[in-house]
């Protein structure tokens, strides 16, 4: 009985430990936030013209925002191991859009 309590205890660090802790949470958020920007940015544009390219810009803001939230979940499914990364390797994530 012994055994089988250590071997679970050791089976649930073993999980937790997978948990977090590689960067990849504040690197996937990064990529979030990075395009919640860009989308700002068309909304402005939007904001500054009106008809058909107005709405076509609000378009491409709602899409940004979507591929941004896809983006952070993608790195955060990965499990990527942003704290051995290079800062230009974590921009080069962070910032394709």
Do not use: P
Request: net charge negative; proline share 0%; glycine share 10%.
């Amino acid at each position: 009985m012994r055994i089988k309590m250590i071997a679970g205890v050791a089976a649930a660090c073993l999980a937790l430990g997978a948990c977090g802790g590689s960067g990849d949470d504040k690197l996937g958020e990064q990529a979030q936030e990075n395009a919640d920007n860009k989308a700002g940015e068309l909304e402005a544009m939007a904001d500054n013209t009106t008809g058909a390219q107005a709405e076509s810009l609000e378009a491409q803001a709602d899409s940004v925002e979507a591929a941004g939230e896809a983006k952070e979940e993608a790195i955060d499914d990965a499990d990527v191991n942003a704290d051995a990364m290079s800062n230009a390797q974590k921009n080069a994530v962070t910032n394709a859009m």
